[in-house]
């Protein structure tokens, strides 16, 4: 598990250790960690030169410092700053190691010749943006160079809210102890590349502002059966999905239910999906009853009149007015309205919408029932911030969010409660059918006993896991993600 804490309680623990140590001693052990990094790629790279980018705060100093000691062993290393806002104590060290120290025209230059550039302009503390001189370091920096950046990269938000593409774009980023919202959360996680984290001996008695599952936390949280367990205790899964017009998505929601364990499933649709599913997963039980959990929404059609249609949304109804655990996708999602909001509060509710769901669901629900206006919300918007956008609905529904993207968010209601983030899965699974499989997965983990937080945050991370093994690095189906669950899941366990 990778635990990311905000800038606040960063700083509020390196005051804290700070004090019981000697002075000095915390930002040392800093610079002889990414010295270490440094120096390995150089290595690595058969690199010859290395330039530091130098801000005045602490980020700067530990760049300043490191290519001192890298100075002192032989390399050939340079430093763009300004001389009067650099750390004093750095600064004597790179000037007594040799370190060529260069700004304007000649910093412009000399970054443009390196093979290793250390961005250290900005630090936690720093505003989204690069101030003044930097952004033409930056621009200066040359597409074959390796840019390790400190703590994070300088122009990006620390606490991972928003992208500036004109900020830095590391290859590696070096942090201290712990990781930071900025390294997990989109859209800034793009901009550091491979995350090291040194130990400097922080310690915190504050929850992380994000948590990351890695593989090795599936065993303890996937539901295993064991040998006094029946289809009932397993979990019974009710699915309402698909339409005369997305009669796949009941497919693909069912099949992927059955195999990622469910105890059983009971399948509620129209003509062709029940058709469908029948020849599909002879396993599922078709129409109404006791469930452990419901999911609702993929292929929905709520606005169809047949007969059929709108007794299968009588079903869709009467679960998100029952205490069952929900989860609501695509469809579903147009059914979230107050008196549901109002129903469902204090119930386990899973909401999972892409971007462009969760623009229109923000705008139909607005800030509240008694709203007097709307205000419209842009998919782009969400895109750009999806954190702040999928807390606000979150906020305004009580329900858990499920944000699908390259990087999936799951927002519980709870401000408190961390945000679970999980880049797990190949780009080819941006494709159709691939939300009603991870439906399907999670719903199951719901109708096994997981909170909305942990069934949302292990349901994306064994998605992206099947299809990765399943695409073997090029394409993959939807139905064939389904049908790779059992192999992934098989596969985590087995790291145990």
């Known amino acids: 598990m990778i635990e990311a804490w905000s800038p606040q309680d960063v700083y509020a623990a390196e005051a804290a250790l700070d004090e019981e140590l000697a002075s000095g001693e915390l930002m040392a052990r800093a610079v002889e960690g990414l010295v270490e990094v440094v120096a390995a790629r150089i290595s690595q790279l058969d690199a010859e030169t290395v330039i530091a980018l130098v801000g005045p705060g602490n980020n700067g100093a530990d760049a300043l410092y490191a290519v001192a000691h890298l100075a002192e062993a032989g390399v050939a290393c340079a430093a763009a700053l300004d001389r009067g806002r650099a750390h004093e ?16 025209a000649e910093a412009i230059e000399d970054i443009a010749e390196a093979d290793i550039v250390l961005d250290g302009v900005l630090g936690l503390g720093g505003r989204p943006g690069l101030p003044g001189e930097a952004a033409d370091w930056v621009r200066a920096i040359p597409d074959d160079a390796h840019v390790i950046a400190v703590d994070l990269p300088s122009g990006q938000a620390a606490d991972g809210s928003a992208f500036d593409p004109d900020g830095v774009l590391a290859d590696e980023t070096v942090t201290f102890s712990v990781a930071k919202p900025v390294h997990l959360l989109p859209p800034t996680e793009q901009a550091c590349g491979t995350l090291t984290v040194v130990d400097i001996g922080l310690t915190f008695e504050t929850e992380p502002a994000v948590v990351r599952l890695g593989h090795d936390d599936v065993a303890d949280l996937w539901p295993v059966p064991g040998p006094d367990d029946d289809k009932y205790s397993r979990g019974v899964l009710g699915v309402v999905a698909g ?27 129209t003509p062709t999906p029940e058709g469908l599913v029948r020849a599909a997963v002879p396993e599922a039980v078709h129409g109404e009853g006791r469930v452990q ?27 998100l007015a029952g205490e069952e655990p929900v989860l609501v996708d695509a469809g579903g999602l147009d059914l979230v309205d107050d008196e549901v909001i109002e129903a469902r509060r204090e119930l386990p509710t899973l909401l999972t919408p892409h971007a462009g769901e969760l623009a229109r669901l923000l705008t139909r629900l607005g800030s509240g029932p008694r709203a007097r206006s709307r205000t419209e919300v842009e998919r782009s918007a969400v895109e750009a911030e999806p954190v702040r956008h999928a807390r606000a609905l979150a906020e305004r529904t009580g329900m858990t969010v499920l944000l699908k993207g390259s990087t999936t968010l799951v927002v519980p209601a709870d401000p408190g409660s961390p945000v679970r983030s999980q880049a797990d899965a190949p780009a080819w699974l941006a494709t159709a059918g691939a939300g009603d499989v991870l439906s399907g997965l999670v719903g199951t983990l719901l109708a096994a006993g997981l909170d909305p937080a942990d069934a949302g945050a292990l349901g994306a991370l064994v998605h992206g896991v099947a299809a990765d093994r399943v695409g073997a690095g090029g394409p993959v189906r939807a139905l064939a993600v389904a049908h790779g669950i059992p192999h992934a899941v098989a596969h985590l366990l087995a790291r145990h």
């Open 243 to 269: 339409g005369e017009d997305y009669s796949g998505a009941a497919v693909l929601a069912v099949t992927a239910a059955v195999e990622a364990g469910a105890g059983m499933v009971r399948y509620v649709g």
């Open 293 to 319: 959990a419901w999911v609702v929404g993929p292929g929905l059609d709520v606005r169809a009149s047949r007969r059929e249609a709108v007794a299968q949304l009588a079903v869709a109804r009467r679960a």
């Open 89 to 104: 104590g750095a600064l004597e060290a790179a000037r007594a190691a040799g370190v060529v120290l260069v700004s304007g």
